[in-house]
């Protein structure tokens, strides 16, 4: 007796409405979408709902709305100083988003969205090019300064220069693969210790070490939870680093 | 939040339910690992944006300035309560100074006027003290004079008592009465 399973099956898309076809993509209303936009919902609860009675003294839910906007305020506060403030809506924004899609996912069942790394990409490259198009609005060709450490001799540049244009080139690449790389693997290797518990109960005397696999699941869906959120803060801090380089972008 | 797809294979859960002997081949996909199925790629993005777009706009025209707001009001409003129990503080502890002095001044005034009063009595009870004295003092020199008086008068009586009598004995002894000009010189003798 033989039970399959496919680890990677629950990063399909999976079409809801079909929209048809341009070339070789395909235009749909996938789950995916529908994640996005319940994302959006929920955030839109926490953040607007439950702070519309604006009480001096907040409930359950008005409290966690404010503790998020305190935490990502400070993080964004500590990044970039008082010239970040601007960069709230996008930050915050950022923060919600990729921490309810991130916990979406620990739903069983449920598709994590982060888990696509087009749709991470998608995200770290509006970041990054929020840091470019700013930087050189804000210090025109100054901003380019940030590829050209100070204080270094002239032919220690010839090499210095290039490594930094390179690495601020990585940092979209790095932000979005982190975070699809972490949901990605994560997911996988829920699924995969959860169906050994299955494996092993169908193995007849084998069976007695399927608590095993199953102790393994319970932690790594612990340490799942905690993926999530952590990877949340570190999308949003990197974030605001890398803001910081467009509002002060002298070396 | 399990998927309304019946195309797809079966959550990991009914994988338990697996029928003996049959065998369920992996071929749920095409072939292309799902995160990297470009075919999706396009509407991802267009979904992503529309979706992370309702949300910046959302986050920043109407939730992020009532956060802000809320923790403003509340940030003044503690800022204000603090103040007011300040300047209660403040008010209180003038209070209390003036307390403080009014009592020290009550009590310097209490002693001034005990000590007054003291005086006072003290002053009148020596001038009815004197009064009386003097008083006394005139009954006495009254009563001195009248007994000083009295005497005088008594004395001058046993004068003529001792005249009339010694002029009834020698009448007596040599049956006439004697004159008066003798008797007087004859008391006037016996008198010292």
Redesign the interface.
């Known amino acids: ?6 680890p ?7 079409p ?1 409405v079909s ?1 048809g076809h ?1 070339g ?10 529908l994640y ?2 319940a ?2 919902g929920v ?2 609860l926490i ?2 709902v439950a ?2 009675s ?3 003294v ?1 409930g359950r839910m ?1 409290s966690l ?2 503790i998020f ?2 935490f990502i305020a400070d993080t964004l506060h500590q990044s970039t100083g008082d010239g970040g403030k601007r960069f ?3 930050v ?2 950022l923060f ?2 990729v921490l309810i899609l991130n916990l ?1 996912g620990m ?5 994590a969205v982060t ?5 991470t990409f ?2 770290a490259a ?1 970041v990054i090019s929020t840091v470019v198009i700013f930087g050189v609005m804000k210090h025109g060709t100054h901003f380019f300064g940030l590829f050209v450490p100070s204080g270094v001799p002239k032919p220690l540049l010839a090499i210095l220069v290039p490594i930094e244009i390179i690495s601020f080139i990585s940092r979209p690449i790095s932000l979005s693969v982190r975070l ?1 790389a972490n949901m ?1 693997a994560g997911h996988i290797a829920m ?1 995969i210790f ?2 050994f518990v ?1 494996q092993l ?2 193995a007849g005397a084998w069976s007695v070490l399927s608590p095993l696999p199953l102790f393994l699941t319970i932690a790594l869906t612990a340490l799942e939870f905690l993926v999530a959120a952590l990877q949340a803060y570190v999308f949003a801090t990197l974030t605001a680093i890398y803001l910081n380089d467009a509002l002060h972008p002298g070396h | 939040m399990a998927q309304p797809n019946p195309l797809t294979t079966p959550p990991p859960g009914a994988d338990t339910q697996v029928v003996p002997g049959h065998v369920e081949h992996p071929e749920g996909h095409t072939g292309a690992f799902p995160p990297f199925e470009s075919s999706g790629f396009l509407a991802q993005l267009i979904w992503l944006a529309l979706a992370f777009g309702l949300l910046y706009y959302l986050m920043d025209k109407i939730a992020l300035p009532r956060i802000q707001s809320i923790l403003h009001a509340r940030a003044e409003r503690l800022r204000a309560d603090l103040d007011q129990a300040q300047a209660m503080k403040t008010e209180a502890d003038a209070a209390g100074v003036a307390f403080e002095t009014a009592l020290r001044d009550a009590q310097g005034k209490a002693r001034d006027i005990a000590q007054t009063t003291r005086n006072e009595l003290a002053a009148e009870a020596d001038a009815k003290r004197k009064a009386l004295e003097e008083q006394l003092n005139a009954k006495l020199a009254t009563s001195e004079a009248t007994i000083r008086q009295r005497t005088e008068t008594a004395m001058g009586n046993v004068r003529s008592i001792a005249g009339e009598a010694a002029a009834a004995i020698v009448e007596r002894l040599t049956g006439q009465a004697p004159d008066r000009a003798t008797l007087d010189r004859a008391l006037d003798a016996t008198a010292h």
Do not use: C, N
């Open positions: 007796m033989a039970v399959t399973i496919d990677i099956e629950q990063f399909e898309l999976k809801l929209l341009i070789h993509q395909q235009l749909a209303f996938t789950q995916s979408a996005m936009f994302a959006v955030i839109a953040t607007i702070t519309s604006r009480s001096i907040p008005q709305a404010e906007y305190e709230m809506p996008l915050f924004s919600m988003f979406f739903i069983p069942y449920a598709f888990s696509h790394l087009i749709v998608g995200l509006l699809f990605l699924k959860a169906f299955v109960l169908l």
